[in-house]
């Protein structure tokens, strides 16, 4: 379960700087013997070599980080910047691992053992318990602390190839620093200048971190660590279990930006997206959750259909920059990243390692995300589909889990949208874990194309716009509520059958039973329309029950609602909220029915025209056959 965001408070980490003072200043380590000598031989550039093996054999060594760093520039009696900046974090991140450990040992009871242990010699499964919590405190230690050097200290320079992770110790936390300590101590000795230095350090810490990770998994007690979210407000540090890439800097955004006023049609995912980009920004960082997700509306994932040309990727470009410049205004971090077919990989596992990573990167609780994977039908393959590549059914894999698997867990401070050309070819399961269908048809009527010719046209002319109110058929408001009322009846052929045949049979939708009805005689004629499907549906209710429109003032400042706390948060939108009406229940069941028959009768089109054109190819063929036949140069 997740135990929230900790703060480490300034008074834990200083109750260890004494200690971590002295692991920088002087230790001694015992490790393992390299099996030849120190010193060079003399008037050569060799060490001695012994005949005898010592594999196993232990040696102590003294390590004075200080004075190593000290040694980069031995002519100045002084710290460089860089060797002081190297030399204060590096005290720093012991002492925050140390407080980290703290942490640990309260939340895990290995405190108590502690003191158990002191008053008398624990035996049996308490004592198999105490040396394995003990030992897990030295991993998380071991583990705070490169993560802490690692976001902290920049690289500089080309990466050196000689660098190597610690010779770990984890019999206690101070064991595990110490090695780490060592390890730093070598791998920066003898750096020739200052970004050698630099380089040095962040390849160190980054042999260390992935060292640690490799060895995760011999440790039983670290469980409970996995779902910890600790910040140093101080220092901006935050550690969010064991993150793969702690301290990783996302890039920043490039993208062109799109107004909602630069697209033309598109009105229900047009006005579904602004709400969207607000509503990621109602997610509170303290409490890692989003009021909408509790009081309902949130939209985790979605897929938006249409033909070419139809506004698909300026909707995500509208998207983002909506998003982005919220987070400018409230200073949150923004991830956008975009998954696409040059990351299909042809390594085995390659694939769905980077769909994970990706996953993940916009999950990251510490930011507002948004994800986008366009083409998906590229992307990921029907699992049926036998001649699609084994890196394509990964990503599938990962997808359907991430999305709507056991382990996924929805905050409320990112949205995943899928975009595709022919959403028929999506694999079925996957297609039904998106939660909303954004039909992106583009400009639709006569006023539409004229508003976007005029957009696009620009300003450089003097012929005249002639009769016709500009942009008027584009007020969002108006066009939402008229694009909701073209749902009053299906537009699907053959849901609007089943339409009919339900009103004829039991009159107009007046009650949950009538409801139900009809949601059975869709899955009687539409077999994809399983549960998931009215999961879907009662989401996107529920959304139109939260269809409140957030004031633009709440996000002109921070103060305004991004800033406030979780419950006020909610308590400001639980005014705006209002009920559902049986016309809201009704369009919402004919917009995603309709999306499943649309896809089920290309689908079906498609293998019809599939068929023909074989059919075709082999009357062809076997007219062919029948003349070189006739002119004998038929040899089969």
Not at 498 to 521: N, P, S
Request: with cysteine.
């Amino acid at each position: 379960m997740d135990i929230g965001l900790t703060t480490l408070p300034e008074g834990d980490i200083a109750k260890h700087l004494a200690t971590a003072q002295s692991l920088v200043t002087r230790l001694v380590v015992l490790e393992a013997s390299k099996g030849k000598s120190q010193t060079e031989l003399a008037g050569t550039r060799r060490r001695f070599v012994s005949t005898v093996s010592t594999a196993g054999a232990r040696s102590s060594r003294e390590v004075e980080l200080a004075k190593t760093l000290a040694a980069v520039n031995p002519d100045d009696a002084m710290l460089s910047p860089v060797q002081h900046a190297v030399l204060f974090k590096t005290r720093r991140a012991l002492a925050v691992a140390l407080s980290v450990g703290d942490l640990f040992a309260r939340q895990t009871g290995l405190d108590a053992l502690k003191d158990r242990n002191a008053a008398s010699t624990l035996e049996g499964d308490t004592a198999d318990r105490f040396r394995a919590l003990l030992e897990a405190s030295a991993y998380v230690a071991a583990f705070t602390a490169a993560a802490y050097l690692k976001q902290m200290i920049e690289a500089g320079g080309e990466a050196p190839g000689d660098v190597s992770p610690p010779s770990w110790n984890f019999d206690t936390p101070h064991d595990a620093l110490k090695t780490l300590v060592a390890g730093l101590e070598a791998a920066v000795e003898g750096a020739p200048d200052d970004p050698a230095l630099q380089a040095r350090v962040s390849a160190f810490v980054g042999e260390a971190i992935e060292d640690l990770l490799s060895r995760k998994s011999r440790f039983s007690a670290l469980g409970g660590f996995e779902e910890t979210h600790l910040r140093l407000d101080a220092d901006g540090f935050e550690l969010n279990g064991f993150d793969v890439a702690p301290g990783a800097k996302s890039k920043p955004l490039v993208m062109t930006f799109k107004q909602p006023n630069e697209i033309i049609g598109n009105h229900i995912a047009k006005y579904q997206a602004m709400k969207l980009a607000k509503m990621l920004m109602a997610y509170d960082f303290d409490r890692q959750m989003n009021p909408f997700v509790e009081l309902g509306g949130f939209l985790f994932t979605f897929i938006g259909d249409g033909a070419p040309g139809t506004g698909k990727t300026i909707l995500i470009q509208m998207i983002a920059g909506m998003i982005h410049d919220y987070c400018q205004v409230a200073g949150y971090g923004f991830t956008y990243e975009n998954f696409g077919v040059d990351q299909i990989s042809s390594y085995q596992g390659k694939s769905g390692q980077n769909c994970k990573q990706f996953i993940s990167n916009v999950l990251n609780p510490r930011t507002i995300g948004f994800g986008t994977v366009d083409d998906i039908d590229q992307v990921a393959a029907k699992r049926s589909d036998d001649r699609a590549s084994a890196g394509q059914q990964e990503v599938t894999a990962v997808l359907m889990e991430s999305f709507a698997g056991a382990t996924t867990v929805v905050r409320g401070n990112c949205s995943f949208g899928m975009f595709s050309n022919y959403p028929e070819n999506v694999d079925d399961a996957l297609r039904q874990r998106a939660g909303a269908r954004w039909l992106v048809d583009g400009p639709q009527t006569r006023d539409d194309y004229i508003d976007i010719f005029v957009l696009l046209a620009g300003d450089n002319h003097a012929i005249k716009l002639g009769k016709h109110d500009l942009y008027e058929a584009q007020a969002i408001k108006r066009a939402v509520a008229a694009a909701y009322e073209g749902h009053d009846e299906p537009d699907e052929e053959g849901l609007a059958a089943v339409y009919d045949r339900v009103v004829a049979e039991h009159g107009k939708f007046k009650t949950m039973a009538d409801i139900g009805t009809y949601l059975h005689q869709i899955k009687l004629a539409e077999p994809r329309f399983t549960g998931r499907a009215i999961k879907n549906i009662t989401d996107a209710i529920k959304m139109r029950a939260m269809d409140v429109e957030l004031p633009d003032e709440w996000f002109e400042t921070p103060e305004a609602f991004m800033h406030k706390s979780y419950d006020d948060k909610k308590a400001m939108i639980e005014e705006l909220r209002g009920p559902f009406t049986i016309e809201m229940v009704i369009q919402e069941i004919n917009r995603y029915a309709d999306s499943e028959f649309r896809y089920t009768d290309r689908a079906d089109e498609a293998a019809v025209d599939e068929i023909i054109h074989r059919e075709r190819q082999r009357e062809k063929a076997v007219e062919r056959i029948g003349r070189m036949k006739e002119d004998g140069s038929w040899s089969g």
